[in-house]
DNA sequence: CGATTCGGAGGACAGTTGTTCACTCACTTC
DNA sequence: GAAGTGAGTGAACAACTGTCCTCCGAATCG
């Protein structure tokens, strides 16, 4: 048997991840609205017009980027945030699975870090909506905490966006040390400095009493 | 008299900011590295070879539109954190600056976010250096505040930063308000969520106890 | 086995790009 | 008032871009 359903499916398949990995790495050095479609072609080494056959155009080639970005860190932050139990170790290891998949992924971080705010409608939008997700996540892993007992849902979203912008931020820092002399101690730095305002902000939630405000 | 040194200069510095301008205009919907010269010098109607009696490369124009664009908010936050007393008052006009900036000049704000981790080596390297000023006077102002007396300068550095970047997320953030229904509301909401977490970080940096961690 | 699908090749298209060079001509300087 | 400076011009360059069209040939399907 095994009639392998597609050996063209796979073929495609296969020029897709190319076309993707190509891109991924010209976009070390330059953001998606410059990249060129012949460009692209001409690294994985098909003609510019077989791109057709898989993206409209780039735009769409950068969403898929996106996706394949953040799903991987998606799943690892989840497991991170309901197993372990108590802030602090909490900390430490979502601040360990940032480090860790900023140094396996770095082309991919750079990326969304890049395009967040690039000139790419879709792609931009696509981030959005995925930072989005991370945030509701977070807010819901941090209501199953004593810490956050009687909190209301707009508080703890405001503080899981906290969070969350603290290690994109981190993620995004941690990259920029590339370069820099001595990188693996500036790293370091970045990294524990991130630990460290962690920290405060947790501190800060566990003496937050209501505070007047608005009614 | 008024022999008007510089009826030439004078010119030069028109255009050459022209130039500038028109620069600014184009990267609303696209990012440095995908600009074109001909572009810029057509927009503002002058020959494509002009362009280099005022910049090298595109490159430069982009460090010259960092400073512009950091130049006067650097005035404002510096005199918002001497001047207020009290950690209340300064978190509530330092946001009230940014929202004000960020509605003053929406461009160059979103200059500065999409090109902060953009696809321009000279062009990143500036903004880095220019958010490193910031951090260093917050830093500064924050220890001539009674909360932070016998703080360690390091870690104040690391709360400056702290504050610094969530002011830039959040500028950033009510940039992306635009084009949302409701604008006017969504916006609101980034700038009350912005109060919210700037003094959730103030009530842990209170609680703040030196904390085991090392040596 | 024959018919069909479809990923990819290759040529051609009109536009656009950055940079060069020699040039003009209003301003500045002596 | 003559000489010099320098911002801006305009033509030309080779190189590049995205997209269209026709075609090929191997994997699929009946």
């Given at each position: 048997m095994s009639h392998t359903v597609g050996v063209r499916q796979a073929r495609k398949q296969k020029t897709r991840q190319a076309l993707l990995d190509a891109a991924l790495g010209l976009l070390e050095e330059q953001s998606l609205s410059s990249l060129g479609l012949r460009e692209v072609t001409r690294t994985v080494g098909?003609?510019?017009?077989?791109f057709y056959r898989h993206f409209r155009d780039l735009g769409e080639l950068g969403v898929a980027l996106v996706e394949e970005a953040l799903d991987s860190l998606h799943a690892m932050v989840r497991t991170v945030l309901i197993e372990q139990a108590g802030v602090e170790a909490q900390i430490e290891s979502a601040v360990a699975v940032i480090d860790r998949h900023v140094r396996e992924y770095p082309a991919h971080v750079r990326f969304v870090a890049r395009e967040r705010?690039?000139?790419?409608r879709a792609v931009r939008q696509a981030i959005a909506d995925q930072l989005e997700r991370f945030g509701a996540e977070v807010a819901e892993a941090l209501a199953t905490q004593p810490t956050a007992q009687g909190w209301a849902e707009r508080d703890l979203r405001m503080l899981a966006d906290l969070f969350v912008d603290r290690l994109v931020t981190t993620a995004a820092a941690i990259l920029d040390?590339?370069?820099?002399?001595?990188a693996e101690a500036a790293r370091a730095r970045v990294v524990e400095a991130a630990r460290w305002q962690l920290r405060l902000i947790a501190i800060g939630q566990q003496h937050w009493r209501g505070e007047a405000g608005e009614g």
């Open positions: 098909i003609a510019p017009t077989a705010h690039g000139g790419v040390t590339e370069g820099a002399e001595d």
